[in-house]
């Protein structure tokens, strides 16, 4: 337990040897994190929002202005749009995101501009079957053996 501070000794003298005595005796030696550098949120300034950011990365979340959300949703859908099993599909994709683009620029949020617009349905099209022609291709051509 620990003793009362002596009437006379000056507080911070009183703590030092409090703190002495206790690694002397070997009390600080199996805390959690011993010997282990802090962590790097320690030295940043102070936020009172600290702890509702940690819990967002430990949960993978990330929060972001409307229509940067949607940009990112927008060139993820062009994405999965060119690895679209089918043509259908493919078109399906995009005609989905660009409503969605067509509403924003419309009702624009707070936030910075979207900066997209809808994507050409048929250009994606062709784009998906030239790639979808490249990738055949390169499966079904013979491969070359290597020689002696």
Do not use: C, H
């Not at 006379?8 to 070997?26: C, H, L, N, T, Y």
């Not at 022609?133 to 020689?147: H, I, K, N, Y």
């Amino acid at each position: 337990m620990t003793e009362r501070k002596p009437p006379g000794v000056p507080f911070e003298s009183w703590v030092d040897k409090q703190i002495r005595d206790a690694q002397g005796r070997g009390e600080f030696d199996s805390l959690p994190g011993a010997g282990e550098p802090l962590p790097a949120d320690l030295y940043s300034s102070y936020d009172e929002l600290w702890w509702v950011k940690r819990k967002m990365a430990r949960e993978g979340l990330a929060v972001l202005p409307p229509a940067l959300a949607l940009r990112k949703e927008a060139e993820d859908a062009l994405e999965a749009a060119y690895a679209a099993p089918s043509e259908r599909l493919a078109r399906k994709i995009i005609t989905e995101v660009n409503v969605k683009i067509s509403e924003m620029m419309f009702k624009p949020p707070p936030g910075p501009p979207l900066g997209k617009k809808p994507y050409d349905v048929e250009e994606v099209a062709r784009e998906w079957r030239r790639r979808r022609a490249e990738t055949t291709a390169a499966v079904t051509e013979p491969r070359a053996e290597a020689g002696p």
